[in-house]
């Protein structure tokens, strides 16, 4: 049995059904075969989210593992992994979410968007999967972006990653706020109307959706 991890995505159990596992007890099932039936795949997702998956050769009713080991070498092998990820890779299109911001704040923020304006966050970029932006239905225009920084990047101390929030507000209402302590010149947008938070709770999450509402209104047609 081996575990699988898919970085920066979410199960959506809603979709798992749907795509061909059964539910059993506390767990949903997948089975399926690759290799012209010479193995049955099982893909196993419990409720807690854990994700398993168990090879077995149908000839021996033996478990393979042979495609999990990066010293495991040959054609077949290799097709025998290439046909596996292939599964993997239709389950994780069909029943997983991006899940790319994982603090609390950022988190409380994403649910307060969909909850207001059913927004949700658009990942604009392939080679910058870690930054995404909010925009509006009736012009598409952004009013918020959750990026992935570096302390040093805002003139903090430490090449630490973060997260932070991109609003938008009057120049005026910019040059007041900004401090570099608690907001900062927007990142990667124009410094005179947007200014950028780290969501670290050094902002308080009231305060935050406040701000977003006005970035919302403000990008208004």
């Known amino acids: 049995m081996a575990d699988v991890v898919f970085e920066n995505k ?13 539910l059993n007890d506390d767990q949903y099932q997948y089975q399926t075969t690759i290799m012209d039936h010479q193995f049955t ?19 021996t009713d033996e478990e393979y ?4 080991s990066a010293q495991a070498s040959g054609e077949f092998v290799g097709q ?9 890779q239709r389950i994780e299109a069909a029943c997983f979410t ?11 923020l994403i649910q307060f968007v969909q909850r207001t304006y059913a927004d949700e966050l658009e990942f604009l970029w392939p080679k910058f999967p870690k930054n995404a932006v909010w925009r509006r239905k009736d012009n598409r225009k952004w009013y918020g972006a959750l990026l992935t920084v570096a302390k040093n ?21 910019v040059a007041e706020l900004v401090d570099g302590e608690r907001y900062f010149p927007g990142y990667h947008m124009n410094k005179r109307n947007w200014y950028s938070i780290v ?14 509402q006005a970035s919302y209104e403000l990008v208004k047609a």
């Open 10 to 22: 979410k199960i959506n159990f809603d979709q798992l059904v749907p795509f061909g596992f059964e």
């Open 41 to 59: 795949l099982t893909v196993t997702i419990a409720t807690s989210g854990r994700m398993t998956t168990r090879l077995m050769d149908t000839a």
């Open 65 to 68: 593992v042979l495609h999990l």
């Open 80 to 88: 025998v992994s290439a046909a596996y990820q292939d599964v993997l």
């Open 98 to 108: 991006d899940d790319v911001f994982a603090t609390e704040q950022a988190r409380a």
């Open 153 to 173: 990047k805002l003139g903090l101390t430490g090449d630490e990653l973060v997260t932070v929030i991109d609003l938008r507000e009057t120049p005026d209402e």
């Open 199 to 212: 969501l670290d709770d050094t902002v308080s999450t009231d305060e935050i959706c406040r701000r977003l």
